[in-house]
Nanobody, 124 residues
């Protein structure tokens, strides 16, 4: 199994940026596709972005395209989510995830492994 621990959340003003990190342990992330989900207060959990274990294939939710960038450093066993041009609607708990099947991310299905989440609050 792989354990995931997010960090980097916090309070930011509208238009600001944050970079979330996800440190993995237990297994190398090099064989996992990695992604991010989020859940805002009173809303359903939603897919944010994902990065395939092979090559550089990425997949983003429509509302995040052009603002968010997912990346990975396999040597550090860490995944990142760079978030720019943040708006109050981006306020949510952000969860790092891992899955052996890239197709799960393409379908926005629930991945195999989840971190505990980190809170991002965007003030207006």
């Amino acid at each position: 199994q792989v354990q995931l621990a997010e960090s980097g959340g916090g309070l930011v003003q509208t238009g600001g940026s944050l970079r979330l990190s996800c440190a993995a342990s237990g297994r190398s992330i090099s064989t996992y596709s990695m992604g991010w989900f989020r859940q805002s207060p009173g809303k359903e959990r939603e897919f944010v972005a994902a990065l395939a274990y092979f090559g550089a294939s990425t997949h983003y939710a429509e509302s995040m395209k052009g603002r968010f960038t997912v990346s990975r450093d396999n040597a550090k066993n860490t995944v990142y989510l760079q978030m720019n041009s943040l708006v109050p609607e981006d306020t949510a708990v952000y969860y790092c995830t891992a899955d052996s099947r890239w197709s799960d991310y393409l379908r926005h299905a629930s991945p195999d492994y989840w971190g505990k989440g980190t809170l991002v609050t965007v003030s207006s």
